[in-house]
């Protein structure tokens, strides 16, 4: 079983939309969560970062963790053409972190 | 805040030509990098762990002799590609992690290298 499982999507959403990307996990001593959102040919950009649960808000994006469902979570509100990107989730403890795989997302105009 | 910059962004080369890759944190110092390596629709695959002032740590499967990393300053790592190979070609990222000696915080990545060898 994989430490992390991400749905590789393609997501296609219209613009404006709420957008919801997942991730599960197998690891309860996961203690830090993050999200980083990928263009093509660049690298990762950290979008956030939490060590609890609970929900994280930050302008348009929220992330949400339930540890006890070993369960997180990005949403997207009002969606744009430009957050059309990759979206990895990655976790972990202090030692070491997982990344997903990652889900494409498509927002259409 | 958390700049992370690589350099170059893009290198064609020969077969069995070395090929240099440095990643500089630009306004924190990093006692710790990393080195990735990406696939076309593949997460990151981690290669290496770099440590200021020792060894890097390498994945399984990795070639240390074929990958040389270097972190000789709390702010520019270097992966060299030894004689590379067609092979060889991929996207590599580096990132680096904040806080020091806290290795709870997150990583900052660079703009990756894309690495052609004809």
């Known amino acids: 079983q994989k430490e992390v499982e991400q749905d590789p999507g393609p997501l296609s959403v219209p613009e404006g939309a709420i957008v919801s990307l997942n991730c599960t996990y197998s690891n309860s001593a996961f203690q830090y969560f993050m999200w980083y959102r990928q263009y093509s040919r660049k690298g990762p950009e950290l979008l956030m970062y939490t060590y609890s649960s609970g929900n994280k808000e930050d302008g348009r994006f929220t992330a949400q963790v339930d540890k006890s469902s070993k369960y997180i979570s990005l949403f997207i509100r009002d969606s744009q053409p430009s957050d059309s990107a990759t979206y990895l989730c990655a976790m972990g403890t202090g030692n070491q972190f997982y990344f997903g795989t990652g889900t494409s997302l498509t927002v259409i105009p | 805040g958390a700049v992370v910059s690589q350099h170059p962004s893009w290198v064609i080369c020969k077969s069995g030509t070395s090929v240099k890759i440095e990643c500089r944190s630009l306004?924190?110092?990093?006692?710790?990098m990393f080195w990735y390596r990406q696939f076309p629709k593949q997460s990151l695959m981690l290669m290496a762990t770099?440590?200021?002032?020792?060894?890097?740590?390498?994945e399984q499967g990795v070639e240390k002799d074929k990958f040389l990393i270097n972190h000789a300053s709390l702010t520019l790592s270097t992966l060299t590609v030894t004689s590379a190979h067609p092979e060889d070609s991929s996207f590599y990222i580096c990132?680096?992690?904040?806080?020091?000696?806290?290795?709870?915080?997150?990583?900052?990545f660079g703009d990756g290298t894309r690495l052609s060898i004809l």
């Open positions: 990132s680096a992690r904040t806080g020091g000696a806290q290795r709870n915080q997150p990583q900052h």
């Open positions: 770099s440590n200021e002032g020792s060894k890097a740590t390498y």
């Open positions: 306004d924190f110092q990093a006692t710790t």
